[in-house]
C-alpha cells in the first residue's frame, strides 16, 4: 500500500507524493524515509501518539521545515529543492487552519479573514469584503466580520481559522488537531463542517489529529505513524480490522508497559534510537 521511494516526479493522479522523506532537527531525525500519496479530492487522515513525527511531518508538508532528504511533490514542484520565491507562489495554493486556531486577536475576524487576500492578491477593498462575507457564511459565521476573537467561543475560532485558510480558494486544506480542545458536541460540528467542505467545493484535506472519532468519521484514508515511521497505511476500514501491534494499541487505547526502573527505560530508548538510524 505504501509507494516505492524511487519516483522522482509527482505521481500522476496524486494531490501529493512524498517519498523518502527524512527530516531531522540537529542529529535527531525524526522521519525515518516515509512515502505516501494523497489523492486529490480525499481526505488523508494522519494519525500517532505525542512524538510519532505526525506534527514534524505536517509542518514540512506546507514549507515550515524543509527536508533532511527525499522529496514532497505538490502542484509538480517539489518543495525539498524548489526557490523561496517558488516555495511562497506555492503556498499561495494551499490553506492551514491550525490547532490554536492563530487568529490575531488584535484584528477583528473579517479583518483575519482578509489578510491573505489583502497580502496575496490584486482585489481592491470592496471585492474582499465580499469575499470575506462569504468565506464566513461557508463556515456558518455570517455576521460576525466585526466580532474579535477575544469574543468568540472556541468552536468559532476553529471556524474563523477555516475561513482564513480558504480565503484564497486553496487546492488544499491542511488541519492541525481541529478538534482538540472542544467538548464533543462543538468537535462534532468541525468535523461536519470539513466534511462539507469536501463535498460542496472538492477539496482536497491533509488532517493531523489523535481524535478517533474525528478520524473515523472525517477520513477516506489514515496513516499510523510510530516513532517517524509508516506502520500502516490504508482505508479506515482497513486500518479498524489491522491486526498491526502497534496500529491495535493506538485503536484499542492500550498502554505501554511500564518499565521496572530507570536503566530499562534508557535502554528502550538506546535501542530505538539504533533501530531508526538503521
Known sequence: ??????????????????????????????????????????????????????????????????????????????????????????????????????????MTVGENVSLPLKEHSPLDDSTIEIMVRLKLDQVGLAGYENYMPAQLSGGMKKRAAVARAMSMDPQILFFDEPSAGLDPIIAAGIDELILKLKKAFGMTCVVVTHELASAFLIGDRMILLDRGVIVANGTKDEIQVSQQPRVRQFLDRIPEPELKDELSYLQMLIGDDATARK
Open 1 to 106: 500500500m505504501t509507494p516505492t521511494p524511487e519516483t522522482q516526479t509527482q505521481d500522476r493522479g496524486s494531490a501529493i507524493s512524498v517519498r523518502n522523506l527524512r527530516v531531522s532537527y540537529g542529529e535527531r531525525e525524526i522521519l525515518h524515509g516515509i512515502s505516501f500519496d494523497v489523492l486529490p479530492g480525499e481526505t488523508l487522515v494522519i494519525l500517532g501518539g505525542s512524538g510519532s513525527g505526525k506534527s514534524t511531518l505536517l509542518r514540512t508538508l506546507v514549507g515550515l521545515e524543509r527536508p533532511t532528504s527525499g522529496e514532497i511533490w505538490l502542484g509538480g514542484k517539489n518543495m525539498a529543492t524548489i526557490t523561496p520565491k517558488e516555495l511562497d507562489d506555492l503556498r499561495k495554493t494551499i490553506g492551514m487552519s491550525f490547532q490554536g486556531s492563530a487568529l490575531f486577536g488584535s
